[in-house]
């Protein structure tokens, strides 16, 4: 059985209604589920640190770039009750995506510091969306040390990042590419090693990829990051990269097209055929 899971990063404060909608309006309107890795305070002076010369996170608009304080998710009241409509039915998942999102904010080994930062952050979420069930991590930058995950595990998190954090826990799946596991009953791993739609890319590229692993059997892990369709932050979407989109999802709405499922729902189906 061919599945999607749709995953988009860097939802916060700054996101507005309408750039979701411009991208998954689509999905949701088919009533199928989006899981949105939410930032609960996300800071304005988020740097790359991976990228020469050290920019500003691309999903920061150029107003608050080096801005010197956190924009707590709570400070957008239409967009919490915008998303909490659709946790509410069921078209998305919230997931925790760090808690300020800096670059290193979750490879510390400080274990009582990222049992703060999880609880916070886990308990501003419920408070912004009190339809949501947070059950799922997804780490800022896919950049996790092996005591973060151990936190998580031990607080049942599900967990989706890179396959490249899970070789220092060997006790763990060790799965790459586009997969899930599971860390115990009721509790799934999963990874995703590519973005399959990015700036970085062409359009064109970005839609071969995708359609090349909508081909596979199995898991696909859809990871995007909203802002990305609207890079450098324009008003309205770029229309290349929207053409290349919308006919991805062409695909995968058709009749016969693969099973839409949020991570909350596919280790419940994986738990329940045990």
């Excluded at 220092?168 to 090693?193: H, K, N």
């Excluded at 062409?202 to 990305?228: C, D, F, K």
């Excluded at 929207?242 to 729902?265: H, I, Q, R, Y």
Aim: hydrophobic share 45%; with cysteine; charged share 20%.
């Amino acid at each position: 059985m061919r599945t999607i899971i749709f995953r988009d990063d860097d939802t916060s404060y700054f996101t507005t209604p309408g750039r979701l909608e411009a991208v998954y309006g689509r999905v949701w309107e088919a009533g199928l589920p989006v899981c949105l890795a939410v930032i609960p305070e996300v800071f304005g002076d988020t740097r790359v640190y991976w990228t020469d010369g050290n920019p500003h996170d691309p999903g920061i608009p150029p107003a608050y770039r080096g801005t010197e304080r956190s924009y707590s998710i709570l400070e957008n009241a239409e967009l919490c009750a915008f998303l909490n409509e659709k946790a509410a039915a069921g078209l998305a998942e919230i997931c925790l995506h760090g808690y300020t999102h800096t670059f290193y904010e979750f490879i510390t080994h400080d274990r009582p510091l990222i049992r703060k930062k999880l609880a916070e952050g886990a308990a501003l979420l419920e408070r912004a969306f009190p339809a949501a069930s947070i059950k799922t991590f997804v780490p800022p930058y896919d950049r996790i040390s092996p005591a973060a995950l151990r936190e998580l595990i031990e607080r049942g998190f599900h967990i989706s990042t890179m396959s490249l954090n899970l070789a220092p826990l060997p006790d763990l799946p060790q799965i790459a590419g586009f997969a899930a596991g599971e860390i115990r009953r009721g509790q799934a791993l999963y990874v995703c090693d590519d973005y399959l739609f990015t700036y970085k890319r062409l359009p064109a590229e970005s839609l071969v990829l995708a359609r090349a692993a909508l081909a596979r059997a199995g898991l696909t892990i859809v990871s995007n990051h909203y802002w990305m369709f609207f890079h450098p932050w324009r008003d309205t979407p770029n229309a290349a990269d929207m053409m290349a989109w919308n006919a991805f999802l062409d695909e995968v709405l058709a009749a016969e097209g693969p099973a839409v499922m949020s991570f909350s729902g596919y280790a419940g189906r994986a738990s329940a055929s045990e």
